[in-house]
């Protein structure tokens, strides 16, 4: 009986309704698709980052490793002594870069990792293979001639090169060519960081890439345990840490994994809430399509009450009914998802790579079986918990239903007129909430991750739950600014709004939609143009000194550059039209990451420069520059400048002492001033530069600031510099002004994935109020007929119908614009600050408000197209008829 009764009630009624049925299946679909896609991504990076780091691992089971900086070579006799070491494997490990000369891509700048190993010692931890013989075809020659290199079969194919071919990568002396002495086949560390990795021997990296001396990591082979006896790891990482001190890390490979795990999360967190709104809009679409399914068939309800139906057979038939559209609506998203994830991996993974700094390339897009079991699941659960409180309603119908005709209004997912007045206050309550724990919450202390999750929940939600008072307060007052207008048109249009009004549920069914799909535009827009202008002006404040900067190749405006040799100073000064006054000096500037704490930050070394110069490139906010400058390059003591966020992080200010761990022991540094620094979430530190070279041995430089002599056209220097330095050391040149704008497209590439995720959003919106509003259309068609019936030709109606559209259009936009710059302003100074750890300044986008505006008109009135349509073709008979 009960399977009778629901193929008769539910199945029956999706089969009547295709439309609708369809239009609610696809928005939810995509929603899902949009989640599922994104989900993926996410799950296929962190996978990608493990193997990478396992790949690279290879046997061993710790690492050691200080930092950019690398330590001495000796180490490794140390290492060697400890009880349960097996072997150990030093290497190498520099970020080169590779520039296309040929083809379409010509000047194109890759990145490719190479990898500084002792052939002798690397068999024992890692293995290289290729097809058709053997790795090194004259292993004497590739020892004995520094410039050789190992390039694999994927970056080889991909930048079409062969054994034997030159190749021109940035090492520390500029730009070098190397020779291709053999091709790696894609297994072992060749599958790590997408294939862009090469290898060359250990002496002939440390040549090239400024690290005499020294290495970057050894990797220890451990023996096994002994049955009975305590974790070797354990006890080896335990005694490598006490015999080399604070300044190492001693670590195995799920922790490396882990660290780079931490480095995404708050980016991947930040995809997975805008996805999330666009799931949040498919809710909205099921909760409207089940309250206008029950409100047509409220009489069929009431009938299978009086026939003896019991309230909870009707409320598990609405969720029954529900659980068969979300299945399908699951399985659909799932299929689509596939697709979203491979369309948005490569725009995902740029954006990564341009955050985290490290090569990110997904080799392998996850997206099996669990994927889309994982995407029917949500599916189903997203569309009942949907239907869950319309299903309440439903239950509620009395028998005596059926005996009543059909009313006007349109019930949505607010259906009653008393929760119309209490969820406003609901909503409201919610965003005070949020408000009241951004001004009481200490940044410097991190967030709960259910309240990081929490938040941007019950923001969107409260949104949506005071969107009533958006329209009633501005539909009110419109009204009464019309109310003495006369003319055919204005009254048409009065009527339009007036309906509305009337009523509120049915036009907050078909706003809410559109509102969190423009809400989801107005928050990325926010938070881009927000992120954009505090860098952009700290950047140009910071580069102010100089008019270029000169580097090696790579992205210079993010310092993923290979280091340079401190000697190439004085090839710059002796450059013809370079100021060398005090006033405008030439700042050198090592970049470079370092642990503190268990997390990375960034050291900026400079040299010192003269008090003259007024050190505008330091942005203090408790003390003046001058001050700040003069503390920092005293001989008196060693002295550090902190960045915002690391203060606020680690609890520090002015006047204390902060303890930096290097190779050479842990030191202490007064902490001179607070400065403002974008350069790293975690913290930035401005150094000494004659600090970094005595405590962490490193000579290497990564930028020069410069400006040119006064008289002198800061375009013929650089030009002077491409002719020179540029052509013998492959050394970049560039102008302020590009600087800036390199660093406006990183911070665009960033946000590009953006794009596609508001676009899916939209169009789930655009599906949702292209199905209300067809409803909404039928529901009164009893009441079209009346006003034709009294004398309104069919071009006024379809005006009316039109006016609606628009009005709830700019509605949704208002909404949005109001709603959506709130929880902006706290996502940018509440979640931008906890999960990046920047103090970002909001800005408030105008352009895109513009944007937003015509986004949303436009949507209505294609959403309006079919309902117009159908309104213009009702007869009056039909119409009156109709019941």
């Known amino acids: 009986m009960i399977l009778n009764l629901f193929r008769f009630f539910a199945v029956r009624n999706l089969m009547s309704s295709p439309v609708r049925t369809l239009l609610t299946l696809l928005g939810v679909a995509l929603g899902i698709a949009l989640f599922s896609g994104v989900s993926a991504i996410n799950a296929s990076t962190l996978s990608s980052f493990k193997e990478s780091v396992d790949a690279v691992a290879g046997k061993s089971s710790l690492t050691v490793s200080a930092g950019d900086a690398g330590f001495s070579e000796q180490v490794e006799e140390k290492l060697k002594k400890i009880p349960g070491v097996r072997t150990t494997a030093p290497m190498i490990e520099s970020k080169a870069y590779y520039r ?26 890692r293995t290289y293979q290729t097809e058709g013989g053997e790795v090194i075809e004259d292993p004497l020659e590739f020892l004995n001639q520094p410039d050789s290199i190992i390039l694999t079969k994927e970056f080889a194919k991909l930048h079409d090169l062969k054994v034997n071919d030159a190749i021109e990568l940035a090492s520390a002396a500029g730009s070098r060519t190397f020779v291709v002495r053999g091709l790696l086949s894609p297994t072992g560390p060749a599958k790590a960081y997408g294939g862009a990795v090469a290898i060359m021997d250990i002496d002939g990296a440390r040549v090239n890439f400024g690290k005499e001396g020294k290495v970057d990591r050894i990797d220890l082979v451990l023996q096994d345990s002994a049955p009975g006896q305590p974790e070797v790891k354990a006890q080896v990482a335990a005694r490598a840490r006490e015999i080399l001190g604070e300044g190492y890390q001693v670590e195995a490979p799920e922790t490396q994994s882990d660290h780079l795990q931490h480095m995404v999360g708050a980016f991947q967190g930040m995809l997975s809430f805008l996805s999330a709104l666009a799931l949040m809009i498919g809710m909205v679409l099921v909760a409207n399509s089940v309250s206008v399914a029950i409100t047509e068939r409220r009489q069929e309800i009431g009938t299978l009450r009086a026939l003896g139906a019991t309230r909870a057979k009707i409320f598990f038939l609405i969720l029954g009914e529900t659980l068969v559209m979300g299945s399908a609506a699951g399985l659909l998203g799932a299929l689509l998802g596939n697709s979203v994830a491979h369309a948005l991996v490569g725009q995902v993974s740029q954006s990564l790579a341009s955050q985290s700094g490290m090569p990110i390339q997904v080799r392998e897009l996850h997206y099996s079986l669990r994927e889309i079991l994982h995407a029917m699941l949500l599916g189903t659960s997203v569309s009942v918990a949907a239907a869950f409180w319309p299903a309440r309603k439903a239950m509620n119908i009395p028998p005596m239903a059926a005996l009543k005709a059909r009313g006007a209004d349109l019930s949505g997912i607010i259906g009653e007129s008393q929760w119309m007045k209490v969820i406003p206050w609901l909503g409201a309550a919610m965003l005070v909430y949020l408000f009241v724990n951004k001004l009481t919450l200490n940044l410097s202390e991190p967030m709960s991750p259910a309240l990081q999750a929490l938040q941007p929940a019950l923001g969107v939600i409260g949104s949506a739950m005071v969107a009533p008072w958006v329209i009633h307060y501005t539909l009110t007052p419109l009204l009464h600014l019309l109310k003495n207008s006369h003319g055919s048109n204005i009254l048409v249009l009065r009527m339009a709004l007036e309906n509305l009004l009337r009523a509120p549920s049915r036009t907050l069914s078909n706003v809410l939609s559109l509102l969190v799909g423009l809400m989801l535009v107005i928050i990325v827009s926010v938070i881009n143009i927000s992120f954009k202008n505090s860098v952009s002006a700290w950047t140009t404040k910071a580069i102010s000194v100089g008019d270029m900067a000169l580097s090696s190749n790579g992205r210079v405006v993010a310092f993923q550059v290979q280091p ?83 203060a606020k992080r680690y609890h520090k200010k002015t006047g204390e002492v902060l303890e930096l761990d290097t190779p050479t022991g842990r030191h202490p540094f007064a902490i001179a001033a607070t400065i403002r620094d974008f350069a790293s979430p975690n913290g930035v530190i401005y150094l000494n530069r004659n600090a970094l070279k005595k405590y962490w041995k490193d000579n290497l430089v990564t930028i020069f600031f410069l400006a040119a002599k006064p008289g002198v056209n800061p375009v013929d220097l650089q030009n002077t510099f491409n002719s020179t330095l540029g052509k013998t050391h492959g050394i970049v040149t560039i102008l302020n ?26 169009l789930v919106g655009l599906i949702g109020l292209l199905n209300t509003m067809l409803v909404s259309i039928f529901e009164r068609t009893r009441e079209f007929g009346m006003l034709r019936a009294v004398g309104m030709d069919r071009r006024q109606l379809s005006k009316m119908v039109l006016w609606e559209c628009l009005a709830q259009g700019s509605l949704g936009v208002l909404a949005a614009v109001v709603l959506g710059t709130y929880l902006s302003w706290l996502w940018v100074t509440v979640n931008l600050a906890q999960a990046l750890g920047w103090v970002i300044h909001f800005s408030f986008p105008t352009s895109s408000i513009l944007q937003v505006f015509f986004t949303g008109v436009g949507v209505a009135l294609i959403a309006g197209i079919l309902p117009v349509l159908r309104a213009s073709q009702l007869t009056i008979r039909k119409a009156l008829e109709h019941e």
């Open 737 to 762: 002004t590009e600087l800036v704008g390199d660093l406006i497209n990183v911070i665009d590439q960033s946000f590009s994935f953006n794009k596609a995720v508001q676009l899916a959003a939209l």
């Open 564 to 646: 340079l040799h401190e000697s190439v100073l004085e090839l710059i000064k002796k450059t013809p039209g370079v100021d060398l006054s005090n006033k405008r000096p030439i700042v050198v500037m090592r970049y470079m990451k370092v642990n503190y704490q268990g997390d990375p930050l960034v050291i900026k070394a400079l040299d010192p420069t003269s008090d003259e110069s007024g050190y505008p490139y330091i942005d203090a906010l408790d003390r003046t520059a001058l001050e700040a400058g003069h503390e920092l390059f005293s001989d008196a003591h060693d002295s550090v400048l902190i960045s915002e966020n690391l």
């Open 100 to 125: 296309q000369k040929d083809g379409p891509e010509a000047g194109k700048t890759s990145l490719i990792t190479v990898f500084g190993i002792d052939l002798l010692k690397e068999q024992s931890v």
